[in-house]
């Protein structure tokens, strides 16, 4: 693609004058830009309004007191949430292997 862009810029180069060239270009760049600025606007506009439901969807599921009754736990953290079997086994795997996991 880019070969036949290059080889076609050369052919126009040849066949038109310099200012000719240059208003062209002009224009392509111009065409470009625009269609360029109307898919980010677009876009814009998709992102905006999915982060807008995706805020009142969280700001519902996320009420303090609605009632649920739900506690949330912490999840155990480290060895010494583990029990004690579990932890010896985990202990001597590790000294006599060397390895953990």
Not at 1 to 12: D, E, R, Y
Not at 19 to 38: N, P, R, S
Not at 60 to 81: H, N, Q, T, W
Request: glycine share 8%.
């Amino acid at each position: 693609m880019l070969m036949l862009g290059s080889s076609i810029g050369v052919a126009f180069n040849v066949m038109f004058a310099n200012w000719m060239v240059t208003v062209l270009l002009i224009i392509l760049f111009l065409g470009t830009a625009a269609k360029v600025l109307m898919k980010g606007i677009e876009t814009w506009k998709k992102e905006t309004m999915m982060k807008k439901e995706a805020e009142k969807q969280l700001e519902s599921e996320s009420k303090p007191g609605d009632g649920s009754g739900e506690d949330y736990k912490l999840l155990p953290r480290g060895p010494a949430s583990l029990p004690d079997e579990l932890m010896n086994r985990c202990l001597y795997h590790t000294a006599f292997t060397g390895r953990s996991y």
